[in-house]
């Protein structure tokens, strides 16, 4: 009996430690690959770097949330409601705003009525008044030639 050649079914496989999760090395080299490209592109300044890093990483967010099942229509939705009690809101607004108007205009309709009415009063006396006193000292003066 010979040993059986190496690789058969009988033999266990050859390692020489424990399996090596080669995941982290990756994540690694993609890290390390972005900064290159921010810093390349940022012409070797750290910060503005950093900061467009988080402009782009601020707008990838943003365009993530608007892309969720759903999102798109919900707040679509919820602007139009907004819209339109907004819209309700101004409509009421203008609505007592041009009542409170007309209370007004027909406030001030009834108050010229009323002051006319005074003044044409008042002056309709004065002119009474200043006929009849006319018409006495035009009968005075008269009886002093002789008439009436």
């Given at each position: 009996m010979s040993a059986p050649p190496?690789?058969?079914?009988?033999?266990p496989p050859r390692t020489t430690g424990p399996l090596k999760n080669r995941l982290p090395v990756y994540i690694g080299t993609a890290v390390a690959a972005i900064?290159?490209?921010?810093?390349y592109n940022a012409g070797g300044d750290p910060?503005?770097?950093r900061k467009e890093m988080k402009h782009d990483a601020s707008r990838a967010s943003a365009s993530i949330r608007d892309e969720l099942p759903g999102r798109g229509k919900e707040t679509k939705a919820g602007a139009e409601e907004a819209m339109a009690r907004a819209g309700s809101n101004i409509d009421s607004t203008v609505r007592d705003g041009k009542s409170r108007i007309a209370e007004g205009q027909h406030k001030l309709e009834e108050t010229k009525d009323k002051?006319?009415?005074?003044?044409?009063g008042k002056i309709d006396e004065a002119d009474l008044k200043v006929e009849n006193e006319a018409?006495?000292?035009?009968s005075g003066i008269s009886?002093?030639?002789g008439g009436k």
């Open positions: 190496p690789g058969s079914a009988g033999t900064a290159a490209y921010y810093f910060t503005v770097a002051t006319g009415k005074a003044i044409m018409s006495k000292a035009k009886s002093w030639f």
